[in-house]
């Protein structure tokens, strides 16, 4: 670790990144923001925004449940709740029984409502606001080595998956004609997307979360024409933004998650302009 | 590259019966699909058109046989089977050329990570097979009716299909772009020996084309060449008028 710490403070000559809880978070983020800008891409593809937004308002859920079930640790309950609450979704949305978005607006209401209840009793839930803006500077060591592994595995996994999910994204009955099996797909995607957002909940927030997934991938959708050029802007997109703002939000003393946001929200609007422009 | 060189090989539906809900979709449908011929499905709305597809493709539950049988009545193991869909409803504005998309369904590497030699290669000659050879550098949104035809037909034929199923594909492109999505239909039927299954509801187009016509209501109500099924009774019971009369 030090010598990662002595590589990021040669390369980072910057007052800010004197510190090892800079340096965690800019570590942190080096990881996390591409993990979440490549599962955006097809997440925007799939036009899953407000998929992925419910995912984030069932940590809420997936902690308050790990209280009541007294477990000592919070992320196993809300990965554990995050993927079965996934697989829920993706099931009853397959059935084709309502409409996508009212099964998810359904889902997100009833999380944020059951976490709510379950974390407010007594009037203790400032315990837990942390988890609605989540703090990126809290990052340690030990949890470097979990995202480094989720995303070896979500890479891994993302390579063999993209192209069906590609064929599925154009067309189901096609990508079924052909071998795919779409829901099984389908549904493999949700949880991975579940997983990557559980993992990043602690640092970003369940209110920003899907900022982080969307908002790259958006921006990326804007200016890229093929696939490549979609996940490379993506990722380019989530690493400039999320080091700007984390870099801005210590020397103007405000949220990091807030800062890496609204700095992605601003190169979104730039993109806008440039298709605007290109057309 | 044929498959199976024989005059007569076939495909041979026996009693095909889809059931849903307790609703009878369809009910005993038998017909041989010959190799180098085009057969042409037609039927109303709700005749059960798109259930057969479905069964013909796997992917809804039916009872009754589905062979593959060559020259001599005997079984071929594999039945392979292309298709290309009616109109592709998808978000214009996703970010994927052409060549993206076929080597997402032909090679395994993930396509976000560039497209490699052979597949590019491989997606070149698809292309070329079905005159979209221009196509593969752009997004897949751009296309018009008639190219993205020429771009499903092109996936269609790769791997080579014992049986090529087309939805439909005529509606919702220009007449120019119809003419060379046939032409070039009627080019891969000759150069390769497969059987052609076709859903239309283009009545002129069906009496030029067709070397065999199937009139479906939930069961097969008459088949021959176009101009025997156009002047049977059945044809004139399910449309109204006289395929026959429609032609002067």
Known sequence: MNTIYGILGTILPLEAYQYSFMKNAFLAILLLTPLLALLGTMAVNHQMAFFSDALGHSALTGIGLGIILGLRNDLVAMLVFGVIWAILICVIKQSGSASTDTVISVFSS???????????????????????IGDILAVTPGDLLWLLIALAVTLVLWALMYNKLLLTSVDSFLARSRGIRTRLVECVFVVMVA??????????????????????????????????????????????????????????????GASIVLVSALCYAVSLAVRAVRK | MPLHHCELCHIDLDRITVRRGGQVLLQDVSMHIHCGQLTVL??????GKTTLIKALLGQIPHSGLIRHVDGRGLDIPHLRTGYVPQVLQFDREMPMTVRDFMAAALSRRPVWTGVGKKTRARVDEALAAVNASGLAGQPLGRCSGGELQRVLLALAMNPAPDLLVLDEPVSGIDR?????????????????????????HDLRFVREYADHVILLDKSVLAQGSAHEVFSSPEFSAVFGFSGEEDAE
């Open chain 1, 195 to 256: 997983v990557a957002v559980m993992l990043s909940i602690r640092w970003v927030g369940v209110m920003l979360i899907n900022a982080l997934l969307i908002l790259p991938a958006a921006a990326g959708r804007n200016l890229a024409r093929s696939a490549r050029q979609h996940a490379a802007w993506s990722v380019v997109i989530a690493l400039m933004c999320g080091l700007v703002g984390l870099t801005l939000s210590y020397y103007l003393d405000t949220s990091a």
């Open chain 1, 110 to 132: 009833t999380s944020v409502a059951a976490g709510l209840l379950i974390l407010a009793r007594g009037g203790k839930f400032a315990k837990y606001s942390s988890l609605l």
């Open chain 2, 42 to 47: 037609i039927g109303q709305n709700g005749a």
């Open chain 2, 176 to 200: 120019n772009g119809l003419k060379m999505f046939l032409d070039t239909l009627l080019n891969l039927k000759e150069s390769h020996h497969m059987a052609i299954l076709l859903v239309s």
